[in-house]
């Protein structure tokens, strides 16, 4: 042993780099493993050599495992790694997890996904401590065999020598070290600047971490040929991220993708908070090139060292006296419907279309010859930017919107068009609205009508920014809204507006000490300026509405009576910019609870753990609550009226945090979060059942496992998948399209659990013909679809009320005892006739923005719905409304609580005025999507005039924030929320099981937390790790039976797939059932899907709610048998007699 730096070879014998360093055959620190070799060419290092070997692990061996003697202390290993394995042609096929001194150090590796091909170069940076005279490497299977190429070790105290460090967003300064930190002008192409004079903590270098360029950006630094040490300096400094998930971005290094979803705020903690992240690295063109790449918020990086590791030397430094100032606004160019950027005339970049959140990009298979191009700004003779375009297909998307990020201030906005789409070359045959910051800068514009086809049209308009994102909103009025490229450039003074003031709070306090006035400590730290180098000067604390200063400086102690208190903090930086903000304090009386801490504030969710809960006001305590649980009695002892212990914290059903407050006859105290966490990691492998697809809408299983699509032409497509999903068997029917001219839309699906012909089901399917110009306001319809072949069809109910726009029949759910819940869509934007409908005149119809029940299986059930005169329902339908005041709720589940949950479709502006009575109006509102706790007889907020008539709440618009004669949502959603369903396997620990997983139509998949009673939502977050892009989400998801989450992309087509990346087990593990409903009397075929089975069925048995389930097919993963006769919900346990193993899944 000793402490030189150490090189090995994985696979492969000796030999000397470049640079005169030995590299060791493996042999002697090995204790299994078996190689391989290749003559391919290596990228991305100067040392083919190295990765053209390798050593990795046969399942059947031990874990592939290295002892390397080295002395205690401290040390940097770099482990080397290359795909360069034929078979592994994609992300995913090859997975693993690496240990080091007995720790996980790297989870989920996956060479070929970070380097994007085979044979390119990886190299992971690992900090390690040895304390026992050896380093011990193990490698983890999780999918295929892990594998390394080589090992390189160096104690930390021969750090290599820094070449170039770069302050990033700020200006040049030397630190304590005497290292010159230099500004990052030169090194960047774009993104924008902030800085803070909040203190930072983890680092000796404050300075560094108080300045940052934000945005989608690309640094390069020129450099020598060689193999460096990258040092980037993150910390999380924005006031608005506060929890984990809320920015995300990948970093791409010399193009390979290094670091995956970074979240500064996660890795440390909080805001403030220093992280750096080092990576070894060769160059080989001469510069070092270090990409941002968002994937949720902005990316940032506050600052970059670069060291020599060999070869290389400092690139020649900007000058260091350069003079400061406040930079300019660079302008933005976007070639929208492009997926690349485009060098044109005049040297600017037009970048790839980016910052929109729907539409589909179109380009003309015969590209045209524009005339009239070169009218903008910059002088531009390109018509390349008008050969593409980005669309929204009014017929399903939501408006299209860019939200480009830009510094607030007065802005001029260029936008160019042309007309290329030949079935659009008449008057009127295309017209839109165009708003900038939700005010109308176009109206009724037609681009035929202007100037013809294929002739460049530029509309110039100016806005003030003042919420930092431009906001550009394309609104229908016929046909679909398009852009071909945007220009936005600064204007006037306001143009450099960077200051913000963020007040921090709001602020709560409780009187304690039973004095006239409390002291209270405000903090303005978190407010910032983006011009670069500059700094606030003051910081100044108002009582809002007047001109009385009542404090000064970041972080004043001011004091205040009882009551709520309304602030204003007003701060000047450097440069003489000025911002506002405002705050309030809430100061409670004397005697209210206060919850000050918790001791300790986090625990694992599986096992309980004593809490010391400490404050003030802990007389007379009710109850403690920790989430939606409630402890007294014996859980908690009343120490003092400052001291609460809690015996054991009640167990957590899933990692996250929850809410702590205390209850006296006073109130309830502020909340506090204890955070609960677990080992188990939640991920899934994505992939594609189906493309070229005409609008998937809907989808839905049946009883055997098939996958049924329905589809924005009418069409259902049956796929027969096997275990892989790959399709072996595949059905169109387009019975229902053509059931009635001129065309049918399905927007839902569903089958009866207790259908006893599994076969040959009946398909449920909710048919529409939108956008009819009021025509057929009443053609929505409920089909009955049969057959081998799906080729028989019959109505089961008509008359069903359409909107005259992309509002209809939408999603389809059963209960438990045959009734059909069936979703209808509004006609109005809030309960009076608007731009919803292409005409504004359509009203609200009887049956129409409401959950409708329907009994199918009644004797004699009349589903011919008919109306009245005066629009009312005729007597003797079966048809009625269950629940009203949802104005596009597009997805219904029938959830394994008894409850059934639906998304509802929130308002938009400038589409409708709201109701404020039966007979007037105001303003028309925007809102967020919902997510609603169905129940009978309740009303939503979107009101229906006609209903009203005899139900007055229905008459009146309420919003998520007025709850005032209507019920509330239990959660707000992101737009465009639409399908859901309810997790209901036991993977990752169970963490998800019975949550829903709701589909944003441009978005990512969410899950939300129900509580115990199913009547409130505790919090919902995106899916992590992967589950968070546009990429992932779709217009409706289902859990598949083995608890794979599929989606329908209308936008793309497709069809894709999540599955689960469940942890191997040793023991036998029973994960999913389907179906998941059946009939009573039992005899259909249940599929159970697990670990560890063993695939002797003659050792298997299986008990599913006390009775046997006789075995009929049995693998390792998955065990089919035949259900027997029982009610209600039952336990499935599966036994192996011969591993003497069993599992059981509760309430299956």
């Known amino acids: 042993s000793g402490s030189a730096s150490f090189y090995m070879n994985a696979g492969g014998g000796s030999f000397n780099d470049g640079a005169g360093n030995l590299w060791q055959a493996d042999t002697q620190y090995v204790n299994t493993g078996r190689i391989s070799l290749t003559n391919a060419p290596i990228s991305g290092t100067l040392i083919d050599q190295l990765y053209q070997s390798e050593r990795w692990d046969m399942p059947t061996n031990p874990a592939l495992t290295y002892n390397i003697p080295l002395a205690n202390g401290e040390y940097e290993c770099y482990l080397h790694f290359a795909e360069t394995y034929a078979a592994i042609v994609q992300a995913g096929q090859r997975v693993f997890s690496v240990k080091m001194e007995g720790s996980v150090v790297i989870r989920d590796m996956d060479i070929y996904a970070e380097a994007g091909e085979r044979n390119k170069a990886v190299v992971k940076k690992i900090d390690v401590t ?41 200006p040049n300064f030397t630190d304590g070290t005497g290292k010159l930190w230099l500004s990052d002008v030169g090194y960047y192409d774009t993104g924008f600047v902030s800085s803070t004079s909040a203190p930072t903590s983890g680092t000796i270098v404050q300075t560094i971490l108080q300045s940052e360029r934000y945005g989608e950006m690309t640094f390069t630094i020129p450099l020598q040929n060689g193999l460096y040490d990258i040092d980037m300096l993150f910390a999380e400094t924005y006031a608005r991220i506060t929890q984990a998930g809320q920015r995300k971005f990948n970093v791409k290094i010399e193009g390979s993708i290094i670091i995956s979803n970074l979240d500064v705020f996660a890795e440390t903690g909080g805001r403030n908070r220093a992280l750096i992240k080092s990576e070894r690295v060769s160059v080989n063109d001469g510069n070092l090139n270090i990409q941002f790449i968002p994937v949720v918020q902005n990316p940032m990086i506050n600052g970059i060292e670069v060291k020599g590791v060999f070869g290389g030397a400092p690139p020649p430094p900007p000058p260091v006296d350069s003079p400061l100032a406040v930079p300019m606004f660079q302008s933005i160019y976007i070639n929208c419907g492009s997926a690349t950027s485009t060098q044109g005339s005049g040297g600017i970049t037009w970048k790839k279309d980016e910052f929109f959140n729907t539409g589909k990009s179109y380009s003309p298979k015969n590209i045209p010859s524009i005339s009239g191009a070169g009218n903008s700004q910059a002088g531009t003779k390109d018509a390349f930017l008008y050969q593409s375009e980005r669309f929204d297909d009014v017929l399903i998307d939501p408006d299209l919107i860019y939200e480009i990020p830009v510094p607030d201030g007065v802005f001029e906005v260029r936008l160019h068009f042309a007309d290329i789409y030949s079935k659009t070359w008449q008057d009127g045959a295309r017209v839109f609205d165009v708003l900038l910051e939700g005010v109308e800068a176009f109206s009724s514009l037609d681009i035929y009508k202007e100037v013809g086809a294929n002739v460049a049209l530029t509309k110039i308009a100016n806005t003030n920014v003042k919420d930092g994102f431009l906001t550009i909103e394309f609104r229908a009025i016929v046909e679909n809204p398009k852009i071909n490229a945007i220009e936005v450039h600064a204007v006037g003074e306001l143009s450099n507006h960077y200051a913000h003031a963020v007040p921090g709070g709001p602020y709560y306090q409780t009187n304690t000490l039973n004095q006239a006035s409390v002291p209270v400590q405000m903090d303005g730290t978190f407010s910032h300026t983006h011009a670069s180098g500059a700094l606030l000067t003051s910081w100044v604390w108002k009582k809002t509405g007047s001109n009385q200063v009542i404090g000064t400086g970041e972080k004043p102690i001011l004091s205040f009576p009882v009551g709520v208190h309304d602030l204003t903090l007003t701060v000047t930086d450097s440069v003489g910019d000025v911002a506002s903000d405002v705050t309030t304090v809430t100061i409670r009386p004397f005697g209210y609870p206060d919850v000050e801490s918790l001791t300790p504030d986090s625990g694992e969710f599986a096992s309980g753990q004593e809490v010391i809960i400490t404050g003030s006001g802990f007389n007379l305590v009710r109850f403690v609550s920790f989430g939606d ?157 049969s057959g081998a072949n799906l080729d028989k069809i019959e109505n089961i109910i008509t008359g069903l009320p359409i909107s005259d726009h992309d509002h209809g029949v939408n999603g389809l759910e059963f209960d438990d005892n045959g009734n059909l819940y069936i979703q209808i869509g509004g006609n109005t934007n809030a309960g009076v006739p608007g731009e919803l409908s292409s005409s504004g005149l359509q009203k609200e119809d009887y049956l129409s923005a409401a959950t409708l029940v329907a009994p199918i299986k009644k004797p004699g059930f009349n589903g011919n719905v008919e109306y009245t005169s005066n629009g009312y329902l005729k007597a003797g339908i079966d048809v009625r409304v269950f629940a009203s005041g949802q104005r596009n709720p597009f997805d219904i589940v029938f959830h394994s609580n008894g409850h059934l949950y639906a998304t509802d479709n929130g308002p938009n502006f400038n ?98 937390k129900l509580s115990s009673d199913g009547k409130s939502a505790l919090f919902r977050e995106t899916i992590p790790p992967k589950l968070v892009s546009s990429a992932d989400g779709g217009l409706d998801v289902v859990q598949g039976p083995d608890g794979s989450l599929f989606v329908a992309q209308n936008d793309a087509g497709s069809v894709i797939y999540h599955k689960p990346n469940e942890l191997a087990s040793s023991l036998l593990k029973v994960l999913s059932v389907y179906p998941r409903r059946g009939h009573i009397d039992g005899g259909t075929t249940l599929s159970i899907y697990g670990l560890k089975f063993g695939s ?53």
Do not use: W
């Open 1096 to 1148: 002797g069925a003659a050792a298997l048995s299986v008990i599913v709610g006390g009775r046997g389930c006789p075995v009929i097919s049995a693998k390792d993963t998955k065990i089919t048998c035949t259900l027997p006769a029982g009610i209600g919900k039952a336990d499935v346990m599966v036994t192996n007699s011969q591993a003497l193993e069993s599992d059981t899944l509760k309430e299956a």
């Open 911 to 1008: 589409f409708g005025d709201a109701s404020l009575s039966c007979n007037s109006q105001g303003p028309d509102p925007k809102d967020k999507d919902e997510l609603n706790l169905i129940e009978d007889g309740n009303y939503y907020g979107h009101p229906n005039r006609l209903r009203g008539q005899t139900d007055p709440r229905q008459c009146v618009y309420r919003n998520f924030d007025d709850p005032q004669g209507n019920t509330p949502a239990i959660k707000r959603l992101e737009s465009s929320s639409n399908g859901i369903t309810e997790f209901q396997t036991a993977h990752f620990g169970g963490q998800l099981r019975g949550q829903l997983i709701i589909g944003r139509y441009k978005g990512a998949l969410y899950h939300v």
């Open 629 to 785: 649980k409630q402890l007294n009695g014996g859980d908690i002892q009343v120490i003092n009226p400052t001291t609460i212990k809690v015996f054991v914290a009640p167990l957590g059903t899933t990692s996250g945090a929850v809410p702590v407050s205390v209850s006296t006859p006073l109130g309830e105290s502020n909340a506090i979060g204890y955070t609960y966490f677990d080992g188990v990691p939640v991920s899934f492998s994505k992939g594609t059942i189906k493309t070229s697809i005409f609008g998937p809408t809907t989808l839905a299983f049946d009883q055997k496992g098939r996958l049924y699509v329905g589809t924005q032409g009418g069409d259902i497509i049956r796929f027969t998948l096997d275990d892989n999903f790959n399709v072996i068997d595949e059905l169109t029917s387009s019975i229902v399209s053509q059931s009635e001219p001129p065309y049918r839309t399905i927007l839902g699906i569903a089958f009866d659990p207790s259908e006893k012909n599994i076969e040959e089901p009946t398909v449920y399917v909710a048919s529409n013909f939108l956008f009819h110009g009021l025509i057929q306001s009443f053609n929505g319809k409920i089909n009955a679809v």
């Open 130 to 170: 040895v304390s026992g005279g050896s380093l011990q490497i193990e490698f983890i299977h999780n999918k295929q065999n892990p594998t390394v190429c080589g090992i390189e070790i160096h104690p930390r105290t021969t750090a290599s020598s820094s070449i170039v460090a770069i302050n990033v967003g700020g």
